[in-house]
Structures are given as structure tokens and as C-alpha cells.
């Protein structure tokens, strides 16, 4: 079979016909270097995401490589069906940042430093399989207030109970998810269901992880700000609450095991579904299983997803509410405030077209610019919302503002930079002391003894010229730059 081809129309846009030309094609985002870069194997399991039944549209950012049935990178519109791949293992993984009162000079000591990585590790565990009791200062979380969690998302009641600032709610992309049906008692329903099954058996240990990050591409890294020489950028980095030369702290982290489990059964429960209609997969790739809307299959997923979307978004706000903690007991007097938590694997219901459907987004980030109903009564109504893009330790990271010009994505970017190479083949590629060797030359920090090799800079793509995809297409701009000083990571797998 030959390799999809992509047909340039911009200098960082692109399409990918269908076979036969039948319906609208793939819309690439990307440079000519980026174009070039795009595996076979991604292109195809773009064409077979967009051929599946009730796919509407699928667009290919400039971080897409091979995934989870779909491509990682990648949003895949539907009106009729939802599909588990296009949203992964890892419910609801994604990005938070904190803003902190703390000029940079505070923490240019290597003591100070240490001595906040060593207060963050005591409080927010690391690892797969890690949870409250492997950090002695963690919050205890117990399997009523689990149940909460789940259920209610970042309620006031749950923030309080936490000791997470109720306000932060509102600076989250959404803090709170319902059922199938637009209520909470159906996510209480499932759940009752779930556990009276044994699907989740170790249901508590599950609830106190909440306030840790995975393994593999999971961090938490502190920032410097900086902020763009745009005089519009820099009003809209006022709103978003940005503090030229002051410490903020990125956050990347989903729904851990819960989600994980909860996104497993349903592969599992939709394949044998599948069997019993003696209905084929999409291109053969049982990881292209769906539930037509409607459906009691549908129903159980989107529940389900609705659980561990609250898990991460509680996650979230208790990892910031930790981390704040942390650097008060370094340093008192900082304060802090959430400048936003947005997701990056999840389908959510939206208008495209001027017609209701839910779009998947898969490694990819919700990127809707000031004026956008959507925002309407939020913080954001005028600017548009905050955009967290990680790019590496190295070259930093970015929060960007959405453009009219996102229309032709979906209303979506990327969500990073995107690997380069896969875990195993960085292992083989990449020599640990010369990555070692480059942190300690730019002064950035680690909870590690030795940085993760297949984290390193050099297995992710080039960040910079996938910056330059998204500004030329007219997506989005860089409000602030983001540049490390310290970053917790564990070796371990990651949880998507």
C-alpha cells in the first residue's frame, strides 16, 4: 500500500485526500519540515480514523505521531458515534499552570531549589504506581471523598474538603463533568454499578492518588516567565494573570490508574460488543471501536469518561494546591493563583459547522479565540483562554492565545511537541550522560538521579519549528515563554 501523501496549500498547511476523494480531507498543520517528518504509519491511521463510520473531520497537528488507534495529535469530529481510541488510556491528561507572587531572584540558589523539589516529592507522589503513602505530607483522600471526586468534579464542597481555593474552579476548562444525561446521579449510578462488579477493586488505593503525577511523560516543572514584546499579548497575559520574571509551575498529569482502568474496560466491553453484532473494526484496528450516541454502549462510555475526567480535573487542582503549599513552607508569604487547567485527551460536545457533535481530541488542546460564545460568562469571554503548550526542560515551554484562523482546526492545536523517537528506540539512541550533562550545563534541576533518557530534549520534535506551524496557520499566538529551573519526573512508564 503507498503512504498517504499530503497536498501543501500553505506554508504550514496541508491536506490529505480521502480514497476516491470521497468527503472532506485530512487538514494538516504543519511546515514543510514538520510535513516531511510525519510517519507512515501516522498518515494511515489518520486516513483510517477519518473512513471510520459517522467521522466527519479529522485534522493532523504538528505533533502527530502513532497512537492509540488514532493518531496522537490528532481531532476527529462526529456527530453520530464516539470512539474510546481518539481520547486514550489516559482519560482527561492534561496541563495546568500556577501562578506564583515570587520574583525569579528568589530561587536562583541551587539550595532553595533543592529544598522546594525535596517539600513538592514529600507532598505529590510520582510514578505509576504511587499514591498518598509514599509522600508523608500528601492529603489523605478517603474512599467517601474518592466517590465525591468523581462524581462532582471540583464542586465547592470538594475544593473545600481538599484544600483547594473553590475559585480555581473557574479557571479550569471544565471543572466539573456530568453523566450521559447531563446529571450527576447518573455518574453515581454507574459507579455503584462499576464497584458492585469488581471492575475497580481496589477502588480506594485508586482515590488516593489523587495529588500525584504518572509515570514517563508526567512532570511538574518550575518556570520563568516571559512575557512577549506584543503590547497585545501582554494585555491578554494581564487577564490570564501572567507575572513578567516571576515563578509559575506546569503541571502535566491525567486520570492515573482510575482512568486508565476505566478506559480499558470499555476497549474490552465495545470489542466484545463488536463481536456479538459481527460488526468489523474500522481498517481491521480494534483500537478504532465505537458506540453509536444513543446507545446504552454510548451511554456506559461517556459516563465513564465523565468519572475519570473528574478524577484528573481534581488531580489537577490538589497537585496545584500541593505544590503552592510547598513553596509557602520554603519560602512564606508566596501566593498563588491557578492561571488555568485545560485538557488534551478527551471528546467533548461542541458546535463545528453549526452543528452539535462531540470532538475528540487526542493529544491535542482546545484552542478557542476572545468573542467565541463558548466563552461566554467565563474570565476569557474577551481574550480568549490560556493555551499550555509543554515543549521540553531545554527549549521551554509556551502559553498561547487562539486566533480567528483556529477555525480551520476545529478549534484545536496541538498539545506539545510530540515524540520523535519512541521510548525504546531514545534508549538506544541517546547516550544518558551527554543528556545528564546538558541539564547541568543550563542549571535546570531534577528529582531524578539521572534524567529520564526517553524524556530527554532530543526524543521529542523540534519545538520550535512545530511553534512555527501553529503561527503561520494563523492558530494562535505566544502570549509568554516558559523557561525551567527545576522539574519533577519519574522513570517510570507513562500512563498514556
Known sequence: MNSPVIHATGPAEGFIPLPDSKGTPITVIGTDAIRSGFDAGCLQQAINSRMAPGVTQVVLNPDAHSG???PIGC?????????????????KCSMSLLQLDLPEEHII????RRALIDAITARTPTGAGQGQRSAKKSRHVSREAGIQAVTEGASTAMCEALGIPPEWARYCEDSAHTGHDGTTGALAQRLEWILA?????????KMQQLGSYGGGNHFGECEIVQLSDDPGMQRTAQVFGLKERNVAFLSHCGSRGFGNLLAQSQFHDLERKFAEWGTPFPAGDKKLVYAPLGTPEADAYLDDMALGSNFATVNHLLINALVLEAFQEVLPGVTGRLVYFISH????QEVVDNRLAWVHRKGATRAVPGGHHSLAGTPFAETGHPIL???NPRDGSVVMVAQTGAAKSCWSVNHGAGRAMGRREAGRRLDQKTVDAEMDRLDIMSNCRRYPIDESPDAYKDFTEV??????????????????RFVI?????ADD
Open 68 to 70: 492509540y488507534g488514532a
Open 75 to 91: 481531532v476527529m469530529v462526529s456527530p453520530t458515534h464516539i470512539y474510546p481510541g481518539p481520547v486514550g488510556v489516559d482519560i
Open 109 to 112: 540558589d541551587r539550595q532553595v
Open 197 to 205: 462488579q469488581g471492575r475497580i477493586r481496589n477502588f480506594t488505593d
Open 345 to 348: 485527551n478527551i471528546a467533548r
Open 389 to 391: 503548550l509543554p515543549g
Open 467 to 484: 511553534l512555527n506551524s501553529v503561527e503561520q496557520a494563523g492558530l494562535a499566538k505566544p502570549v509568554a515563554r516558559l523557561k525551567a
Open 489 to 493: 519526573k519519574d522513570g517510570d512508564k
